[in-house]
T-cell receptor, first 113, second 115 residues
Framework: DQQVKQNSPSLSVQEGRISILNCDYTNSMFDYFLWYKKYPAEGPTFLISISSIKDKNEDGRFTVFLNKSAKHLSLHIVPSQPGDSAVYFCAASRALYGNKLVFGAGTILRVKS | DTGVSQDPRHKITKRGQNVTFRCDPISEHNRLYWYRQTLGQGPEFLTYFQNEAQLEKSRLLSDRFSAERPKGSFSTLEIQRTEQGDSAMYLC?????????????FGQGTRLTVV
């Protein structure tokens, strides 16, 4: 049962443009959502998070949007830079589940210069 | 503190051998998690500790796997009688659970190859 899905295996964007990464979840009990970035042979690096009581959180070039009714969240990166090229994982958790993270399969982002 | 540290970074072992990995979390963090990641997939939860207590184990964690966190500091993950299917990246993460949600910070992982 895949509770967190990232349906786009890869995304290619021109430098300076917006990157939009999408994520869907099925468990309505999740109350916290996170995005991680991962380079090859390294562990995931935390990017940004959002609580289920909010619909938007912004941190510099990164903005996460949450649509609870659609069980959908997205990560916007503006402007995209070549250094953003990596695998991006969406994750969800619930405090009552011990905050353990349930990850999607990831989206490979390539930013072309 | 430089973050979550894992040792070794890489381990190659023969099938049937035992291996042990170590994780040193961020010092003030009370939660410690182990995940496993295989190629093309996101990390999958294995187990977690709050301080020294192991609070949950995934059904992915067979009897050959054991984890400890003595004194609520570093943690070890041992795999006995390794199988080729155990080949994966083993990730450790820590977080500080205080008043609510908290993001988890990951180490660089231990890449296990069973030959």
């Amino acid at each position: 049962d895949q509770q967190v899905k990232q349906n786009s295996p890869s995304l290619s964007v021109q430098e300076g443009r917006i990157s939009i990464l999408n994520c869907d979840y099925t468990n309505s009990m999740f109350d916290y959502f996170l995005w991680y970035k991962k380079y090859p042979a390294e562990g995931p690096t935390f990017l940004i998070s959002i609580s289920s009581i909010k619909d938007k959180n912004e941190d510099g070039r990164f903005t996460v949007f949450l649509n609870k009714s659609a069980k959908h969240l997205s990560l916007h990166i503006v402007p995209s830079q070549p250094g953003d090229s990596a695998v991006y994982f969406c994750a969800a958790s619930r405090a009552l589940y011990g905050n353990k993270l349930v990850f999607g399969a990831g989206t490979i982002l390539r930013v072309k210069s | 503190d430089t973050g979550v540290s894992q040792d070794p970074r890489h381990k190659i072992t023969k099938r049937g051998q035992n291996v042990t990995f170590r994780c040193d979390p961020i010092s003030e963090h009370n939660r410690l998690y182990w995940y496993r990641q295989t190629l093309g997939q996101g990390p999958e939860f294995l187990t977690y500790f709050q301080n020294e207590a192991q609070l949950e184990k995934s059904r992915l964690l067979s009897d050959r796997f054991s984890a400890e966190r003595p004194k609520g500091s570093f943690s070890t993950l041992e795999i006995q009688r390794t199988e080729q299917g155990d080949s994966a990246m083993y990730l450790c993460a820590s977080s500080l659970i205080a008043l609510g949600d908290s993001e988890a910070f990951f180490g660089q992982g231990t890449r296990l190859t069973v030959v």
